[in-house]
């Protein structure tokens, strides 16, 4: 009887908890939607960046861990000379040094190739603004066309000046 009992009183609990809880769940999600939503809104606008500052910034980075890691070759092969460490913590800070730097050299030639393709494209969507604005020059009205009509040549007229506009004619 005191198992039904307790059966009874959970069931009444998970009554009037679980869709309490489903409701929160709800608005949380509806909440990290909208926020979502915002910040997408943010984002789209924001000006558009060519990435020059996050590329400075990373070529900095590259350049104080290479230089951190070369003074640690260094520190490791001075307390190996004064005989305080085995030679292992140079080979080991050399492979260190010598594989940072085999990274840093693909991710630098990367960069360079990305700044190189935005650079293409930048030209290239000049070059089609330029040609898009000279298809797009407006056709003179009527009154600016002035017509040049060609002086009449008479056929008694002999010699070169026929045959050149009988040449052109032709």
């Known amino acids: 009887m005191t198992g039904l009992l307790y ?3 959970v069931a009444l609990w998970a009554a009037v908890l679980i869709p309490m809880w489903l409701r929160r769940h709800d ?9 979502h939503r915002t910040a997408m809104g ?4 924001l000006p558009e960046t060519t990435g020059r500052g996050a ?3 990373a070529a900095r980075r590259r350049n104080v861990v290479l230089g ?36 840093a050299f693909v991710a630098y030639r990367l960069q360079n190739r990305e700044e190189s393709l935005r650079a293409l494209e930048r030209s290239s969507a000049a070059r089609e603004a330029r040609r898009d604005r000279h298809r797009m020059r407006p056709v ?7 017509h040049h009509r060609p002086a009449a040549v008479s056929p008694s007229v002999q010699g070169e000046a026929w045959d050149e506009v009988f040449d052109q004619t032709a």
């Open 7 to 9: 059966a009874a009183i």
């Open 68 to 103: 951190a890691l070369a003074g640690l070759v260094v520190a490791t092969g001075a307390v190996w000379a004064l005989g305080y460490a085995s030679g292992w913590f140079v080979t080991a800070s050399m492979v260190l040094l010598a594989s940072y730097s085999a990274g």
């Open 55 to 57: 590329a400075a910034t």
């Open 140 to 146: 003179p009205s009527a009154p600016d066309v002035v």
């Open 42 to 45: 943010a984002l789209a606008r």
């Open 27 to 35: 608005d949380d999600q509806a909440r990290r939607i909208e926020r």
